[in-house]
T-cell receptor, first 114, second 109 residues
Framework: DTAVSQTPKYLVTQMGNDKSIKCEQN?????MYWYKQDSKKFLKIMFS???????INETVPNRFSPKSPDKAHLNLHINSLELGDSAVYFC?????????????FGPGTRLTVT | DAKTTQPPSMDCAEGRAANLPCNHS???????VYWYRQIHSQGPQYIIH???NNETNEMASLIITEDRKSSTLILPHATLRDTAVYYC??????????FGKGITLSVRP
């Protein structure tokens, strides 16, 4: 069984559209994340939720809105898509412990905005 | 900004040990050293982490110097499937992971 899954795997859309990416984890973790990896391969955290509460919100345009209906799901909705939003988006999850933790990543969603 | 420094690339022969170095001279006492890797087009994969002591698991060994200012990830018997970008990350308790450029390991036949 896939630990962290994302849908869709590929997403091609036009500028100005609104789209969502879904993420689910079956690891029983209490923390989930969204990362963006741009064309230069830099991987940057965007958001983190712990038990459905937002705990990390990096400098991300407010066109990006994460939603966590429960602790196993963290979806990413993007409004008014721009060319610069083209990237691979990774979801991840972890269990917050006393200090150390490993993150498990999904396979990624490749978003192409034309 | 990443708190670690890694060479941009290295290669090793298949079946040999791959020793990947990482400098983290500004590491704080409560910060851990994590290693992740990203095989082409896949999501990053956790490898190992440590605080002070050397660690070993089924994937790799992590050697941390006594002053904790540097570490080495050791893949004991590299295979072609180990070709990937390896990230050395320093992070405190429950804090975010900041990925740098990593080191590209190429395993040659």
């Amino acid at each position: 069984d896939t630990a962290v899954s994302q849908t869709p795997k590929y997403l091609v859309t036009q500028m100005g559209n609104d789209k969502s990416i879904k993420c689910e984890q079956n690891l029983g973790h209490d923390t989930m994340y969204w990362y963006k990896q741009d064309s230069k391969k830099f991987l940057k955290i965007m958001f983190s939720y712990n038990n459905k509460e937002l705990i990390i919100n990096e400098t991300v345009p407010n066109r990006f809105s994460p939603k966590s209906p429960d602790k196993a799901h963290l979806n990413l909705h993007i409004n008014s898509l721009e060319l610069g939003d083209s990237a691979v988006y990774f979801c991840a999850s972890s269990q917050r412990g006393q200090g150390e933790y490993e993150q498990y990543f999904g396979p990624g969603t490749r978003l192409t905005v034309t | 900004d990443a708190k670690t420094t890694q060479p941009p690339s290295m290669d090793c022969a298949e079946g040999r040990a791959a020793n990947l170095p990482c400098n983290h001279s500004t590491i704080s006492g409560n910060e851990y050293v994590y290693w992740y890797r990203q095989i082409h087009s896949q999501g990053p994969q956790y490898i190992i982490h440590g605080l002070k002591n050397n660690e070993t698991n089924e994937m790799a060994s992590l050697i941390i110097t006594e002053d904790r200012k540097s570490s080495t990830l050791i893949l004991p018997h590299a295979t072609l499937r180990d070709t990937a970008v390896y990230y050395c990350i320093v992070a405190g308790a429950n804090s975010k992971l900041t990925f740098g450029k990593g080191i590209t390991l190429s395993v040659r036949p």
